[in-house]
C-alpha cells in the first residue's frame, strides 16, 4: 500500500502520482473526484490506486496517447 494513500488520501495521492506521471512521459493526465469526499475503506482505495498505475502504464504501452482523463465518483449506494 502506497503510504501517500494514509498521509494525503486517495484523491490527492492520484493527483501527486498523475503529475509525476505526465511530467516522466510527456502526457497530460487530467483527474477529476466526483462526489463523496468521505474516505473509502483502505483495501478499496488500495484497489483504485493500483487500477488507475495499471490502466497508465496500459496507456503508455498501447494507446500512443497525448493526453488521458480520469474521472472518480463515488456514490452512497
Known sequence: RPT??????????????????SRRYSIV??????GSP???????ETAIYRVIQE???????HANA????IVLDSRPE
Open 55 to 61: 490502466a497508465l502504464t496500459n496507456v503508455l504501452k
Open 29 to 34: 493526465v487530467d483527474i477529476q473526484a466526483l
Open 38 to 44: 468521505e474516505r473509502l475503506p483502505s483495501e478499496v
Open 4 to 21: 501517500a494513500l494514509d498521509d494525503i488520501g486517495l484523491k490527492r495521492a492520484l493527483a501527486v502520482y498523475a503529475v509525476d506521471w
Open 66 to 69: 497525448r493526453s488521458v482523463s
